[in-house]
């Protein structure tokens, strides 16, 4: 996995939000407390590996929907309900990504050890599936798998890309600009994901 990844815009992350994401075959969830920092983690609670994004956020606390075992922020597993008197071990906890927010999008890294990028805040437009493998779509667009940004001339100005890949043949596209007509944009990202996934239909 690259070192940084965008995987949604901020916008589509709302407090007491879960929401799933594939990021190369990867299962990922991204929720957000009260406290507003997005995280995410590995879409299995480490109980009987129920989907967290089924879960539900109370506070700053992921709670599991199967067994109700609630996690911290930190990923430390906070309560078990079948037995509320129990002081849970600290090795019990859900398995966290690194992650931030630049430039309107909600990032991930598996090895941190560099840091994120630091974007300008940006109006978010849209994310597309594109059913398309990665390598076509960027080079439709000019850019390459090895940066996680393409910039792409529109109306006088540019929209920034982000991109993941979902799975070999799945691009996600997340699309923010400064002062962007989102209407306008959001016609035009449509109409080239038509286009690309016409060509790989081909």
Known sequence: MADWIPIALSRDVPVGITRAVIVDT????????????????????????????????????LNCLYHGWQYGAGANCLRIPAHPDLTVPPTIRANAYAATETGGMVWMSSDSADPPPLLPALTPVITLAIEAAPERVLAALGGSTAEPLIGLPFAGGTLQL?????HAAKTMLHATGA???IAAATAHLRALRQSLEQEAAA
Do not use: K, Y
């Open 162 to 166: 982000g991109w993941h890949r979902a």
């Open 179 to 181: 002062g962007a007509d």
């Open 26 to 61: 990867r299962e990922v969830m991204i929720w957000r407390g009260e406290d507003g920092v997005a995280q995410v983690w590995e879409d299995r609670c480490p109980h009987r590996g129920m989907r967290l994004s089924l879960g539900f956020v109370r506070g700053n606390a």
